[in-house]
């Protein structure tokens, strides 16, 4: 397995953004997707994302095999709402970890949560999700969505090994459609995919990102 790049590595921040202009869609106006409602907010921003993200999400459906849907959990993130979360899980790491450098909370917290100031969430060029059946029942991927690396002894990672063959099989329909739709995988949570922002430039050699966070401005 290749080296893990995460969120907290110079190299993402310091990917330029050359930002589209690109509007934040409701992904629930087309009723091609099954949308869960547990990461639902009073603004409904959780079922935003940038128009080119939503479209992808689309075409990755079209590819699966017969018998799966997409299941969109989360998408757009207003950064107030990430910022609460990456320092509440630093604030946990601080507890937990005494012997840790503010470096090594940091870093650590980045693989779970995306530090603020780049967080694909915030830009609305991430989605969190995961597959369902044809009836809308959630399938097996390993772990409970949002399940962090301390909790699932690290298989929340999209490659670990500490799961069940049907688990691993479902990974592979979900990074097999979202990656041949253009998205880019955050590998230590199989459930977090992304296109335009600073981690899917860095990865796929873009001399720039599309998105930067936005405050929320909904439309369509």
């Known amino acids: 397995m290749s080296e893990i790049v995460l969120m907290s590595d110079p190299k993402v921040a310091a990917m ?27 603004l409904g921003a959780f079922a935003y994302l940038r128009e080119g993200v939503s479209d992808r999400l689309l075409k990755a459906q079209a590819m699966l095999p017969q018998g799966f849907r997409l299941l969109f959990v989360e998408g ?71 399940a962090d ?26 990074g097999g459609v979202l990656s041949a739709a253009g998205l880019v995988n955050y590998p230590t949570e199989w459930w977090h995919w992304s296109f335009g922002d600073r981690y899917w430039a860095l990865l796929t050699g873009e001399a720039a990102a599309l998105y930067r966070p936005k405050e929320m401005e909904l439309c369509g």
């Open 76 to 146: 757009y993130r207003p950064p107030s709402l990430q910022r609460e979360y990456f320092e509440e899980y630093v604030s946990q790491l601080r507890t937990s970890r005494t012997d840790w450098s503010d470096e090594q909370v940091y870093s650590a917290a980045s693989r779970y949560v995306s530090p603020p100031d780049i967080a694909p969430h915030s830009a609305g060029a991430a989605v969190d999700l995961t597959l369902a059946d044809v009836s809308g029942s959630e399938l097996d991927l390993g772990t409970r969505m949002n």
């Open 16 to 42: 330029p953004v050359v930002e589209c202009g690109e509007r934040l869609v409701d992904v629930r106006r087309s009723g091609s997707l099954l949308v869960d409602t547990r990461q639902e907010d009073p």
């Open 149 to 174: 690396p301390e909790e699932s002894e690290g298989a929340c990672f999209t490659h670990a090994t500490n799961i069940s063959e049907e688990a691993r099989a479902n990974r592979k329909v979900l």
